[in-house]
Structure formats: structure tokens, C-alpha cells
């Protein structure tokens, strides 16, 4: 549904991009991560039409980004917020429902229906300006949706929502996914990703370093096996122990404790506390991006 093939970007000396490729499929969720200034921003703003790529290109549903059918199928709901303050939220979603060709009743209906799904019927005829920040955020996020767009690009959409409304969100963002849309979304809050069932997108200095399954980018990292002991076990093992706990990073774990345990022999009557820790997305984050730096140093 959307294919980004080799993007580059520069503003002035600053590069943006640099060689970015990314492609969503209908239905999928894609986490896509990165550093601050990795080009997340300028990604979806090339895909929604705003930023034009120096080189490379964006296709929407097959179709040129850049085309006016093109960007009808795209939602883009940024960082900041781009709403009328002096103007209702009921009158900025009219506009940007009227601006994306939405029919009267229609309209009227699917503004019912995100505001509902957004916690934001209340709100509805207050200005923007009274809304709170997280309000606000929200309503940006509405009006990216309101016209059932077949790409969603949301650009940290819950930062500063509190859990009810993160969750409220979420429902809405699975629900399009399960809908058919290509959700791209953008968050430096990774355990959402797990919540979203999301595949994952890395970027790093304008570019994707890793890409794919979730549980299979995860399989590749070790294991912690944490043996917490009653006494120090002095002698019995090659590895130190601190502070009465063995830390130990594995892909074995059970293995690995199995034979601590038979070097400990009698003493592992002074085992107390055995912990196996599975690696989490921030491990597989900062693993990923450590990777890459360190590449890009040798080279
Ligand atoms: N209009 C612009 N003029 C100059 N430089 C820009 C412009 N837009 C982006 N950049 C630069 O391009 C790089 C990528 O920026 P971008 O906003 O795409 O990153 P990002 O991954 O979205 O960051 P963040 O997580 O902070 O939102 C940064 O170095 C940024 O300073």
C-alpha cells in the first residue's frame, strides 16, 4: 500500500534522508523508531505530499505521493499542532472533512464517530485554544482520520495523552488497521508497540537499519539469567559474582543454568533466586542502533 524506495533529502547541509526504503502493507502496523532527527518527520511528509524528495520515490496504493488521488488516501497527523485555536474543533474537523471531500452527512457522521472514539464528544464546540495539549493532540489525530484514509501516518500521536486516553487511541488505530489501512506510527514509547502488535521499522541517520517481525528481530538478542545467592559461592565459578547476584547474558538460558548449577554442585544449595529476563524492544532498540553507530564509525 505504501512504497518508499531509495528517498533522499537535504535541507541546506543538513541531510534528512539517505537512501531511506520502507514499504506497509494494507493491514500492517509499522512501528517505525528512530533517534531524534533520524528522518521519521521528513519521511512522512514526503509521503503525505508536503516535502518533496530530492531523489527516490513514494508510491500510495501504486500511485505517485505527489499526485492529488495520491494524497487522498493519506492521513498525516504531525507533531504539532495544525488546527484553527479561535475556531471549534466541530468547525476545524468540518473544514478538514469539507477539504478532503467528505459529503454533508456523511461528515456529520464519521465526525460523530472518531470524536466518540477519541473521548472527544464533550469538546466538541469548545475552540481549539481551551483544549488541553493532550485534547489537542488528539483532535489533530481526528482530523487525520476522519476520511478513512488507506495510509495513516501518525507522528507520536500519544505523547502527553494519559493511559485512558493512550488507550482510547490505540483502539482506534488498531481498529483502521484491522480495516485495511497501512498505519505508519511513529513513537519513542516502545511498549505501545507490543499493544499495537506492530512490525518494527528502525532509523537511523536517514536511513532503515532493521526491519520485519517483532518476535523475529527479537529472537536474534540474548537472554539475562539472573542467580541471586544467600552466601557468595567463592571458588566454585568462572564468573563473579556481585553483590551476592551472577549476571550472566545468554541465547541459552536454561542450558547456561544448568551448568552453574552443576559447577556449584553442593553449594547450590545457596542458590536463592533464579531469574531469566527476556529481551524487551528498548534492548532490541538500543542494540540495533549501538550496532549501527559503531558500522558506521568503522567504516
Ligand atoms: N525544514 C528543515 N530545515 C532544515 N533542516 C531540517 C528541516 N526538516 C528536518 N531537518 C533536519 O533533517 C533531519 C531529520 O529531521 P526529522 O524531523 O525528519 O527527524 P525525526 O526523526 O522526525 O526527529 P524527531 O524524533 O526529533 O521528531 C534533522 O537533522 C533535522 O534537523
Same mark, same amino acid.
Given at each position: 500500500?505504501?512504497?518508499?524506495? *531509495?528517498?533522499?533529502?537535504?535541507?541546506?547541509?543538513?541531510?534528512?534522508?539517505?537512501?531511506?526504503?520502507?514499504?506497509?502493507?494494507?493491514?500492517?502496523?509499522?512501528?517505525?523508531?528512530?533517534?531524534?532527527?533520524?528522518?521519521?518527520?521528513?519521511?512522512?511528509?514526503?509521503?503525505?505530499?508536503?516535502?518533496?524528495?530530492?531523489?527516490?520515490?513514494?508510491?500510495?496504493?501504486?500511485?505517485?505521493?505527489?499526485?492529488?488521488?495520491?494524497?487522498?488516501?493519506?492521513?498525516?497527523?504531525?507533531?504539532?499542532?495544525?488546527? =484553527?485555536?479561535?475556531? !471549534?474543533?466541530?468547525?476545524?474537523?468540518?473544514? =478538514?472533512? +469539507?477539504?478532503?471531500?467528505? *459529503?454533508?452527512?456523511?461528515?456529520?457522521?464519521?465526525?460523530?464517530?472518531?470524536?466518540?472514539?477519541?473521548?472527544?464528544?464533550?469538546?466538541?464546540?469548545?475552540?481549539?485554544?481551551? /483544549?488541553?495539549?493532550? +485534547?489537542?493532540?488528539?483532535?489533530?489525530?481526528?482530523?487525520?482520520?476522519?476520511?478513512?484514509?488507506? &495510509?495513516?501516518?501518525?507522528?507520536?500521536?500519544?505523547?502527553?495523552?494519559?493511559?485512558?486516553?493512550?488507550?482510547? /487511541?490505540?483502539?482506534? &488505530?488498531?481498529?483502521?488497521?484491522?480495516?485495511?489501512?497501512?498505519?505508519?506510527?511513529?513513537?519513542? =514509547?516502545?511498549?505501545?508497540?507490543?499493544?499495537?502488535?506492530?512490525?518494527?521499522?528502525?532509523?537511523?541517520? *536517514?536511513?532503515?537499519?532493521?526491519?520485519?517481525?517483532?518476535?523475529? /528481530?527479537?529472537?536474534?538478542?540474548?537472554?539475562?539469567?539472573?542467580?541471586?545467592?544467600?552466601?557468595?559461592?567463592?571458588?566454585?565459578?568462572?564468573?563473579?559474582?556481585?553483590?551476592?547476584?551472577?549476571?550472566?547474558?545468554?541465547?541459552?538460558?536454561?542450558?547456561?543454568?544448568?551448568?552453574?548449577?552443576?559447577?556449584?554442585?553442593?553449594?547450590?544449595?545457596?542458590?536463592?533466586?533464579?531469574?531469566?529476563?527476556?529481551?524487551?524492544?528498548?534492548?532490541? =532498540?538500543?542494540?540495533?542502533?549501538?550496532?549501527? !553507530?559503531?558500522?558506521?564509525?568503522?567504516?
Amino acid at each position: 500500500m505504501l512504497e518508499a524506495s *531509495g528517498l533522499h533529502k537535504r535541507f541546506g547541509n543538513q541531510i534528512a534522508l539517505a537512501g531511506f526504503d520502507l514499504r506497509i502493507e494494507a493491514g500492517e502496523i509499522c512501528g517505525l523508531l528512530g533517534h531524534n532527527g533520524a528522518g521519521k518527520t521528513t519521511f512522512a511528509r514526503i509521503c503525505a505530499g508536503l516535502e518533496h524528495p530530492d531523489a527516490g520515490g513514494v508510491r500510495i496504493g501504486g500511485l505517485d505521493a505527489d499526485c492529488r488521488a495520491a494524497h487522498a488516501l493519506v492521513g498525516l497527523a504531525p507533531q504539532e499542532i495544525a488546527l =484553527y485555536p479561535t475556531a !471549534t474543533l466541530r468547525e476545524n474537523l468540518r473544514f =478538514y472533512g +469539507q477539504l478532503a471531500g467528505i *459529503g454533508r452527512s456523511r461528515l456529520r457522521a464519521e465526525i460523530n464517530d472518531i470524536t466518540a472514539s477519541m473521548m472527544l464528544t464533550k469538546v466538541l464546540d469548545r475552540t481549539v485554544a481551551t /483544549l488541553s495539549g493532550g +485534547q489537542q493532540r488528539r483532535a489533530q489525530a481526528a482530523t487525520a482520520l476522519l476520511h478513512r484514509p488507506a &495510509v495513516l501516518l501518525l507522528d507520536e500521536p500519544t505523547a502527553g495523552a494519559d493511559p485512558t486516553t493512550r488507550q482510547a /487511541l490505540l483502539a482506534v &488505530v488498531r481498529d483502521r488497521a484491522a480495516q485495511g489501512a497501512a498505519v505508519c506510527y511513529t513513537t519513542h =514509547y516502545l511498549p505501545e508497540l507490543e499493544e499495537l502488535d506492530a512490525t518494527i521499522a528502525v532509523a537511523q541517520t *536517514g536511513r532503515i537499519i532493521a526491519r520485519g517481525d517483532r518476535r523475529k /528481530l527479537l529472537s536474534g538478542l540474548p537472554s539475562l539469567l539472573e542467580i541471586g545467592f544467600a552466601a557468595e559461592p567463592s571458588g566454585a565459578l568462572d564468573e563473579q559474582v556481585v553483590d551476592g547476584t551472577l549476571r550472566i547474558t545468554t541465547d541459552r538460558p536454561a542450558q547456561t543454568l544448568t551448568r552453574i548449577l552443576t559447577s556449584l554442585g553442593d553449594r547450590s544449595e545457596q542458590v536463592e533466586r533464579v531469574e531469566i529476563r527476556e529481551p524487551t524492544l528498548d534492548d532490541l =532498540y538500543r542494540h540495533l542502533t549501538r550496532t549501527a !553507530t559503531e558500522t558506521e564509525r568503522v567504516h
